[in-house]
């Protein structure tokens, strides 16, 4: 094992974290991470724009986790979840990041990143016409989706995608994607 998850999560979270949550992801752990976040953004008064937004993009960010993360490596500690997980979100000064973790076989990785980066490249107004085109164009996948989640993502947000892959072993590492979900307008 080359990392330990828990370790290298302490340096990403600071302070406001409002929800940590590390395991299997089903639609009944969706449904009360969408409804605890949502509780705790009314408590706190937040703005029903921001709050939308925030909402929209969790909701992605968890499909995306529930239909795209890869088996647990035989040696993780967690073997009872199908479909491991985890999930952070943290409210920072202009808004709130989303941070998202789930294993990728080392086949998927260098796929996965030239997505990313492709949409890391493209400008807002490009994200725009690369939705419309995935929406009207794509087949959906054996997993669910037809590409539309990280785009959606960086579309809703107007942010570029942060992401790091931590090797795990020689078949697995551990991918994280960090979402900042601001006040701005997007243009």
């Avoid at 999930?87 to 941070?99: A, C, S």
């Amino acid at each position: 094992m080359g990392f330990d998850i828990d370790n290298y999560l302490t340096g990403l979270a600071k302070n406001n974290v409002i929800l940590h949550y590390k395991g299997n992801v089903d639609s009944e752990v969706i449904n009360h991470i969408l409804d605890t976040v949502e509780d705790k953004m009314v408590q706190v008064n937040e703005q029903a724009k921001l709050r939308k937004k925030v909402y929209n993009v969790l909701v992605e960010s968890l499909q995306n986790l529930y239909h795209h993360v890869d088996k647990v490596p035989d040696d993780f500690e967690d073997q009872t979840s199908e479909k491991f997980g985890l999930l952070i979100v943290e409210k920072v000064d202009n808004g709130y990041k989303i941070i998202t973790g789930n294993f990728v076989h080392a086949d998927n990785i260098e796929k996965l990143e030239e997505k990313i980066k492709r949409i890391n490249r493209s400008s807002h107004e490009e994200i725009k016409e690369l939705y419309k085109f995935i929406l009207n164009h794509q087949r959906i996948s054996a997993k669910g989706g037809g590409g539309l989640g990280l785009v959606d993502i960086a579309r809703k947000t107007g942010n570029k995608l942060d992401y790091t892959f931590k090797k795990y072993n020689d078949k697995y590492f551990f991918f994280y994607l960090n979402i900042l979900v601001d006040e701005r307008e997007q243009v």
